[in-house]
C-alpha cells in the first residue's frame, strides 16, 4: 500500500512526476521527489553547469567542478552530488586523454610524484574533515587561494620556492588532503607546475593524468557510501561534456596564450571565491 504522502506525490503534473522506488515505500528515502523527480529545467541547468566547466578545463586544464558542485549540491542530496561531481571529472579528464589529436604532452616525473603524495592525502583528508568543521577550512581555503592569484603565484618565475621538484611532495599531499575535504584540489597542483615551467598545454595533460587517478580512487568509496547518479541526469551531463569538451580544445588550440593566461587566473579566482562564498554561506 502507498504511504499518502506518496500517493500525493504520484498524482502531481508531468514535470514533477516521479515512481517511487522500493526504497522509498519503505521509509527509507526522507525525499523521494528530490531523488527521482529532477525536472527539464533542473536537468538543464546541470548539463549547462558542465558545458561551462568541462570549457574551462580542456581550455585551460582546471576547472570542470567549479560551476558544477553548486548546481548538484543545491539539485542533490550530498552523496550523489560528490559522486557526479567525481564522475563527471573522471569523464572530462577521459575526454581530455583520449581525444587529443597530437601526442599528449605529459610531465610524468611531476605526475608521478605528485600523485604518490596525494594519495595518502586523500584518506588523510578523510580522516580530518570528521574531525574539523568544513566550512572554517573552506573560508582559510579560499583566502589563501585569492592571495596566491593576487600575487600572481600562478604565473612562472612568481615562486622560486615551489621550482624545486621536493616541493612536489608538499603540494600533492595538500591536493590530496583538499579532495576529500574542501572539494577544490587544483589550484595548489596548478601553482607548483607553473613555477616548474609547465606550458598551458602540458599543464592540462599532466592535471588530466592527476585528476583521473584521484577521480578513480575516489570515485568507489563514494559509492560504498550510497552515492548515486540519477539516471535522468546521464544524457544532459554527457551532452554538456561533449559539447564543452569541444568549446574547449577550439579554445586551446586557436585563442592566444596570452588570453588563456587570463583565463586561468579568473578560473583560479574563481575557485578561491567559490571556497570563500560557500563558507560564508554555511557559517550564516
Excluded at 576547472?63 to 573522471?90: H, N, R, W
Excluded at 610524484?113 to 574531525?131: D, E, K, N, R, S
Excluded at 600575487?151 to 622560486?160: D, Q, T
Aim: hydrophobic share 60%; charged share 15%.
Amino acid at each position: 500500500m502507498i504511504r499518502p504522502d506518496l500517493a500525493e506525490l504520484l498524482v502531481r503534473p508531468a514535470a514533477r512526476r516521479v515512481v517511487a522506488c522500493e526504497i522509498c515505500l519503505a521509509g527509507g528515502h526522507a525525499d523521494c521527489e528530490r531523488l527521482h523527480g529532477l525536472t527539464a529545467p533542473e536537468l538543464a541547468a546541470l548539463g549547462l553547469a558542465v558545458l561551462v566547466g568541462s570549457a574551462a578545463q580542456t581550455a585551460t586544464g582546471f576547472g570542470i567542478a567549479l560551476p558544477v558542485s553548486p548546481v548538484a549540491f543545491a539539485l542533490l542530496k550530498p552523496a550523489d552530488a560528490v559522486l557526479t561531481i567525481e564522475a563527471v571529472g573522471l569523464a572530462q579528464n577521459l575526454l581530455v586523454l583520449g581525444t587529443r589529436q597530437r601526442r599528449l604532452d605529459i610531465r610524468g616525473a611531476d605526475a608521478a610524484l605528485l600523485l604518490v603524495a596525494a594519495i595518502p592525502g586523500v584518506l588523510l583528508g578523510a580522516v580530518i574533515i570528521t574531525q574539523v568543521a568544513r566550512p572554517p577550512m573552506q573560508l582559510v581555503v579560499g583566502i589563501v587561494l585569492l592571495a596566491a592569484v593576487l600575487f600572481r603565484v600562478h604565473e612562472p618565475g612568481r615562486a622560486p620556492l615551489l621550482e624545486r621538484r621536493s616541493a612536489g611532495v608538499p603540494v600533492g599531499l595538500l591536493a590530496g588532503i583538499l579532495t576529500t575535504t574542501v572539494g577544490i584540489n587544483g589550484p595548489p597542483l596548478v601553482f607548483w607546475l607553473r613555477a616548474r615551467g609547465v606550458t598551458l598545454t602540458q599543464l592540462r595533460d599532466t592535471l588530466a593524468v592527476v585528476f583521473l587517478v584521484l577521480s578513480m580512487v575516489g570515485i568507489p568509496s563514494l559509492a560504498a557510501r550510497g552515492g548515486s547518479i540519477p539516471g535522468a541526469a546521464i544524457a544532459p551531463l554527457a551532452l554538456g561534456l561533449l559539447i564543452g569538451h569541444l568549446l574547449g580544445t577550439v579554445a586551446h588550440e586557436r585563442v592566444a596564450v596570452s588570453r588563456l593566461e587570463r583565463a586561468l587566473a579568473v578560473v583560479l579566482a574563481a575557485a578561491a571565491a567559490a571556497s570563500i562564498v560557500g563558507a560564508a554561506v554555511a557559517l550564516t
